[in-house]
């Protein structure tokens, strides 16, 4: 039911900046913590960064004092502001969202479709 649309993603020069979104549409219940994550060419998917309902955030050790997350819940929609990219900054990056109440022992997840930032030259 739900989807996750995502956009913000592009070609960007080495410490250049981007703001990625991701927004849900469609029907949704109420959505816990929200996370960013990557996965470069080659490469295993990884954990960007996650803000909880309650605003806690939590930052892969790479990307600390360069990315901010947010959250907008009255659009249901969560950022990624991306500052001082980097080369190994390129990778196709997806949001997930994960609903607050837990049905048949598990929370449901939604993600996005993936938008790819590329930092080059």
């Known amino acids: 039911q739900v989807q996750l649309v995502e956009s913000g993603g592009g070609l960007v020069q080495p410490g250049g900046s981007l703001r990625l979104s991701c927004a849900a549409s469609?029907?949704?219940?109420?959505?816990?913590?929200m996370f960013w994550y990557r996965q470069a060419q080659g490469k295993e998917r990884e954990l960007v960064a996650l803000?909880?309902?309650?605003?806690?955030?939590n930052y892969a050790d790479s990307v600390k004092g360069r990315f901010t997350i947010s959250r907008d819940n009255a659009e249901n929609a969560v950022y990624l502001q991306m500052n001082n990219l980097k080369p190994m900054d390129t990778a196709v990056y997806y949001c997930?969202?994960?609903?607050?109440?837990?049905?048949?022992?598990?929370?449901?997840?939604?993600w996005g479709q993936g938008t790819l930032v590329t930092v080059s030259s």
């Open positions: 997930k969202m994960v609903g607050s109440i837990a049905a048949s022992g598990r929370y449901p997840e939604h």
């Open positions: 469609g029907s949704i219940f109420s959505i816990g913590t």
């Open positions: 803000i909880t309902s309650g605003g806690n955030t």
